[in-house]
Nanobody, 127 residues
Framework: QVHLVESGGGRVQAGGSLRLTCTSS????????MAWFRQTPGMTRELVAW?????????????KYGDFVKGRFTVSQDRTKTTLYLQMNHLQPDDSTMYYC???????????????WGPGTQVTVYS
């Protein structure tokens, strides 16, 4: 069982930055994929970014971002592959929502395929 905990959310003025951190209890084949999703109440959870550590993954698929990111966010991981980061720059009010860390044996755009989730961290961007 992989346990995930997010941190780093908060309030920031539009145009500002936040760095989210996701700490995993372990790195196993079940967490080869670590990802950030976000979900506004009443909406489907959407992919923000993923890192795929599976050795069979093509380099072109190793890091993916949601279309709305538009170069503003950067996902990264520490050397132990147990900590996932999301550097978010040029934040806008539309980015205000809950952000969730997820882990799975493989990466998918569909959040229903992910086995492990953190409780989430709230990001609020005010104008």
């Amino acid at each position: 069982q992989v346990h995930l905990v997010e941190s780093g959310g908060g309030r920031v003025q539009a145009g500002g930055s936040l760095r989210l951190t996701c700490t995993s209890s372990e790195y196993t084949d079940n967490s080869d994929c670590m990802a950030w999703f976000r979900q506004t109440p009443g909406m489907t959870r959407e992919l923000v970014a993923w890192i795929d550590n599976d050795v069979g993954t093509l380099d072109s698929n190793r890091v993916k971002y949601g279309d709305f990111v538009k170069g503003r966010f950067t996902v990264s991981q520490d050397r132990t592959k147990t900590t996932l980061y999301l550097q978010m720059n040029h934040l806008q009010p539309d980015d205000s929502t809950m952000y969730y860390c997820a882990a799975n044996h493989a990466c998918y755009w569909d959040p229903t395929f992910y086995d492990f989730w953190g409780p989430g961290t709230q990001v609020t961007v005010y104008s």
